[in-house]
């Protein structure tokens, strides 16, 4: 039996209103059946050989850990509005904040905000599942990024989540909410250090005319299970564009929701993944054309070596009443070695005639005769692999909505690749 139990929920610290949600999101979970690989959404994911009782609740004193790597990804964005360290689900530390705050803008705990019962679950609610229950249940210091109407912030706001103890299970939570208007970008930083399981969930919530650009940094310890959940909801004539890039974790995975609830409204998803070892990249996407006249474009590329598998299936919904919809899907593959394996499965549902939709899937090897070009002008071989993989990733790369980061982003592929090709020589 795991003792992710109502009574612990109930026991954690925070308002009473937040202590009633948890308690209400831990009876639904109590009630609730584990997901099989029997159901569409779980299909080709390892769920069967998760097991919940492995783990415990993190405590409430990890430390966060004061190392370089954090800082040269900040550096490479240039300026940076503000940094929050979350450790193990709460925050241990913050700077920049009152200069934000002198423009109405408000990082930090979501319980200090007068309207956080609101916020909470507000873009989420509806589109849950077993382990956003989970994360409504036992998250420990829900974090609100709120930039009022008409507000653009010009530096990036950075969050910076850490998992450190073995065998324990954390529960990030992040709202990010930009009103009519206003605009920002938020760099999400995700790392931990041992046989941890994270499962974050973040809320993105696009205003009128508002503009969003968010970044996912994942980079897990490989002995991490990460299962996340993003969900955004943009109102009319708002634009977002969301990225994550995923290297890490034993296994990973992450649903995208991206609903255009307002006429105009547009969505662009970025993914760039790689796996290698045995480690298992699982991507689920959803983008939800509500409204008329409204745009989603979505680019997944990831590579797989050694033994490792992605995942990848897609569903573009147009609901009745979205005529004009214009929505893209693609996502690409390349496989590095024989055992390595890749699913791409995109779908589409269409429920208005009046709509520009299409979805594009491929897995392969690196291209023989780019490898020969490369040799024939006396590139060696090893060195013209890396060249073709690298530059495969610079489409996504290259429209990371967050200044700066794609360095640091290039930077780690080679490093990973570089690394899995000696291991294999």
Same mark, same amino acid.
């Given at each position: 039996?795991?003792?992710?139990?109502?009574?612990?929920?109930?026991?954690?610290?925070?308002?009473?209103?937040?202590?009633?949600?948890?308690?209400?999101?831990?009876?639904?979970?109590?009630?609730?059946?584990?997901?099989?690989?029997?159901?569409?959404?779980?299909?080709?994911?390892?769920?069967?050989?998760?097991?919940?009782?492995?783990?415990?609740?993190?405590?409430?004193?990890?430390?966060?850990?004061?190392?370089?790597?954090?800082?040269?990804?900040?550096?490479?964005?240039?300026?940076?509005?503000?940094?929050? +360290?979350?450790?193990?689900?709460?925050?241990?530390?913050?700077?920049?904040?009152?200069?934000?705050?002198?423009?109405?803008?408000?990082?930090?705990?979501?319980?200090?905000?007068? +309207?956080?019962?609101?916020?909470?679950?507000?873009?989420?609610?509806?589109?849950?599942?077993?382990?956003?229950?989970?994360?409504?249940?036992?998250?420990?210091?829900?974090?609100?990024?709120?930039?009022?109407?008409?507000?653009?912030?010009?530096?990036?706001?950075?969050?910076?989540?850490?998992?450190?103890?073995?065998?324990?299970?954390?529960?990030?939570?992040?709202?990010?909410?930009?009103?009519?208007?206003?605009?920002?970008?938020?760099?999400?930083?995700?790392?931990?250090?041992?046989?941890?399981?994270?499962?974050?969930?973040?809320?993105?919530?696009?205003?009128?005319?508002?503009?969003?650009?968010?970044?996912?940094?994942?980079?897990?310890?490989?002995?991490?299970?990460?299962?996340?959940?993003?969900?955004?909801?943009?109102?009319?004539?708002?634009?977002?564009?969301?990225?994550?890039?995923?290297?890490?974790?034993?296994?990973?995975?992450?649903?995208?929701?991206?609903?255009?609830?307002?006429?105009?409204?547009?969505?662009?998803?970025?993914?760039?993944?790689?796996?290698?070892?045995?480690?298992?990249?699982?991507?689920?996407?959803?983008?939800?054309?509500?409204?008329?006249?409204?745009?989603?474009?979505?680019?997944?590329?990831?590579?797989?070596?050694?033994?490792?598998?992605?995942?990848?299936?897609?569903?573009?919904?147009?609901?009745?009443?979205?005529?004009?919809?214009?929505?893209?899907?693609?996502?690409?593959?390349?496989?590095?070695?024989?055992?390595?394996?890749?699913?791409?499965?995109?779908?589409?549902?269409?429920?208005?005639?009046?709509?520009?939709?299409?979805?594009?899937?491929?897995?392969?090897?690196?291209?023989?005769?780019?490898?020969?070009?490369?040799?024939?002008?006396?590139?060696?071989?090893?060195?013209?692999?890396?060249?073709?993989?690298?530059?495969?990733?610079?489409?996504?790369?290259?429209?990371?909505?967050?200044?700066?980061?794609?360095?640091?982003?290039?930077?780690?592929?080679?490093?990973?690749?570089?690394?899995?090709?000696?291991?294999?020589?």
């Amino acid at each position: 039996m795991h003792s992710f139990t109502v009574d612990a929920a109930r026991s954690l610290p925070g308002p009473r209103w937040l202590a009633e949600r948890r308690t209400a999101a831990a009876e639904r979970f109590a009630a609730a059946d584990p997901p099989t690989a029997a159901a569409e959404e779980w299909r080709y994911s390892a769920i069967a050989d998760f097991d919940l009782t492995a783990y415990q609740l993190a405590g409430l004193d990890a430390p966060f850990p004061q190392d370089g790597s954090w800082a040269s990804v900040n550096t490479a964005n240039g300026a940076t509005a503000a940094v929050l +360290d979350v450790a193990d689900g709460r925050i241990v530390a913050s700077k920049g904040l009152d200069e934000l705050s002198q423009q109405g803008v408000r990082v930090g705990p979501l319980v200090d905000s007068p +309207d956080g019962a609101e916020v909470l679950g507000s873009v989420v609610d509806g589109a849950g599942d077993y382990f956003t229950m989970l994360n409504d249940a036992f998250a420990g210091s829900p974090i609100l990024v709120d930039v009022p109407a008409g507000v653009a912030v010009e530096g990036v706001i950075v969050v910076r989540h850490h998992a450190g103890a073995a065998a324990a299970a954390t529960f990030p939570r992040l709202v990010v909410r930009v009103g009519p208007h206003g605009s920002a970008r938020v760099l999400d930083m995700q790392r931990s250090a041992g046989a941890a399981l994270v499962v974050p969930v973040v809320e993105l919530d696009v205003g009128q005319a508002a503009r969003l650009g968010y970044v996912n940094l994942q980079q897990h310890d490989h002995r991490t299970t990460q299962i996340a959940a993003h969900i955004a909801r943009v109102e009319q004539e708002a634009a977002l564009v969301a990225a994550s890039v995923a290297l890490g974790g034993g296994y990973a995975r992450t649903r995208t929701d991206t609903r255009l609830v307002g006429r105009g409204a547009s969505g662009d998803l970025l993914s760039a993944y790689f796996g290698s070892g045995d480690q298992i990249l699982d991507f689920r996407t959803y983008q939800d054309h509500a409204a008329p006249d409204t745009t989603s474009k979505l680019l997944y590329k990831g590579a797989v070596g050694d033994s490792a598998r992605s995942v990848y299936t897609g569903l573009i919904r147009v609901r009745p009443n979205a005529r004009g919809t214009n929505a893209f899907q693609t996502n690409r593959n390349l496989k590095l070695s024989e055992d390595a394996w890749a699913e791409s499965v995109p779908n589409l549902e269409i429920e208005n005639n009046d709509v520009r939709c299409s979805h594009a899937s491929a897995v392969g090897p690196v291209d023989p005769d780019q490898v020969f070009y490369l040799e024939s002008r006396g590139v060696p071989t090893a060195v013209a692999e890396r060249l073709i993989v690298a530059g495969f990733f610079d489409e996504v790369i290259d429209e990371l909505p967050v200044r700066g980061v794609g360095e640091s982003v290039r930077e780690a592929l080679a490093l990973k690749l570089n690394k899995m090709l000696r291991a294999a020589a």
